[in-house]
């Protein structure tokens, strides 16, 4: 497919699909989809599940797709651990034969959608899938499994790593959103990746840089699921006495709200307008679980916030120690109690101008250029 026929007058004339793992909550993965769908308007949105209620603002049911699994019945859909012997079926039976280019953005199954020869298969990838590789013992401790049950999810976990591996071998090229998962589809999947960040919308003005402030609240905003280690965070608090407000929703809810002191609010999930006003007057993000990227605490440096974040994943390409924010070691109430205690003593030396204009880098102008640029490139290859 050679570059001519990749746009015209500026405008992709492909036709173009979209695949996503899940369309039931609104968190990073989505927003990069999100802009993905504003890039190809055209293109319609296929998914596993679909939540049109939690999902239609964003991505609208005439637009989108899903896969025969939203016919089984609801106490299944919200239970994924019964569905795990039909997820790997569910891509698969996506036709997508008309379309010249398909770009899945996937964690898990999305990427193992079947297409021919002569298209394009592009997966932007947030993370080979955490519960089948980084934290499959982690995944089966949460279960609370019987030992007939467990057996069983454990030859399910098996089957599903084959396959995922199989899978990533369908792909014909792999974005990952940061150094972070590039590695990881390395060791992986044997395969390479471009790295293109996220984006985070800075074009809107959506946010504003506040004066220093110290002496209100830390902000944590992220999912409630046990890999982010939010309840580190919750135990460093409570001895600090400090405030926290923690902005999510997620498995842990419940059992998060059960150990927080008098000082730390959990709020659940907000609009991006009221997540706003949290970003602009909190003293810093907490950034405490190690995670591929971290949209969101790129979006507390543009309101110029310091980060203190875990040295590990995506916050390693993203936290300036020094200068937009620090480092603690590892992932225990202890260590991040220190490095708030660091941060705190150090917090007159950050400019929250150069914090943001360090988060500018980020923006949707700049992943929209390097997705095209990707494109055009991979088009001359496949011509």
Known sequence: MCARNLAHNGRLIMKVALVHDYLIRFGGAERVLLELSRMFPEAPIYTLLYDEAKM????????????????????????????????????????????????????????????????????????????????????????????????FVKFCLNYLRLWDRAASQRVDYFIANSKATAARIKKYYRREAKVIYPPVEIERNFYEVSPRKLGEYFLIVSQLAPYKKIDVAIEAFNKLELPLVIIGEGSQKDYLKKITNKNIKILGWLSDSQIRQYYENCVAFIFPGEDDFGIAAVEAMLCGKPVLALKA??????????????????PTPEVLAEGVRRLRENFNRYSPLVIRKWAEKFSTERFRREIMAFIEKVGYNKK
């Open 56 to 151: 239609g603002e964003w991505f609208p049911g005439e637009r989108v797709k899903s896969s025969f699994l939203q016919k089984f019945p609801e106490f299944w859909r919200k239970r994924h651990k019964y569905l795990l012997p039909f997820l790997p079926a569910a891509p698969e039976a996506f036709d997508l034969r008309d379309f010249d280019l398909v770009i899945s953005s996937s964690s898990s199954f999305a990427k193992g959608i079947i297409t021919r020869p002569k298209n394009i298969h592009i997966s932007y990838c947030h993370n080979p899938a955490r519960f089948l590789w980084d934290y499959s013992f982690e995944y089966l401790d949460q279960q609370n499994l019987g030992g007939g049950q467990q057996l």
């Open 313 to 330: 994943g995506g916050a390693l390409e993203t936290v300036l120690p020094g200068m937009t924010g620090e480092f603690f070691e590892a």
